[in-house]
């Protein structure tokens, strides 16, 4: 899930303003590297990703708030099923969630 901070993904895709300066002093060192580094960063720029700019106003802690609950839910998808035997475990799961 890629995020774009400060910057247009388009900027990301056609390695342009800083992306792009950095690419030309990175392929001055290594063309082989730098052609990597682009087409990675071509193929996230192409994935939906978040543009803290367009969620929740910009409001920032939201946009930190809802990515890092995004991600939580998708890594770790918490089941309400908690063993009976496991005593105080079913609070601690509701504070968890």
Same mark, same amino acid.
């Given at each position: 899930m890629p995020i774009f901070? +400060?910057?247009d993904p388009s900027e990301v895709r *056609?390695?342009?303003r800083k992306f792009g300066e950095a690419f030309a002093k990175q392929k001055a060192k290594?063309?082989?590297?730098?052609e990597l580094w682009r087409k990675a960063l071509v193929d996230a720029s192409?994935?939906? +990703?978040w543009e803290p700019k367009h969620v929740a *106003?910009?409001?920032e802690s939201k946009v930190i708030e809802e990515i890092v609950d995004t991600i939580l839910d998708r890594?770790?998808?918490l089941s309400s099923n908690v063993d009976e035997d496991l005593v105080g475990m079913t609070t601690?799961?509701?504070?968890?969630k």
């Open positions: 901070y +400060g910057v *056609n390695q342009k290594s063309v082989t590297k730098a192409n994935i939906a +990703g *106003n910009g409001n890594l770790c998808p601690r799961v509701l504070d968890l």
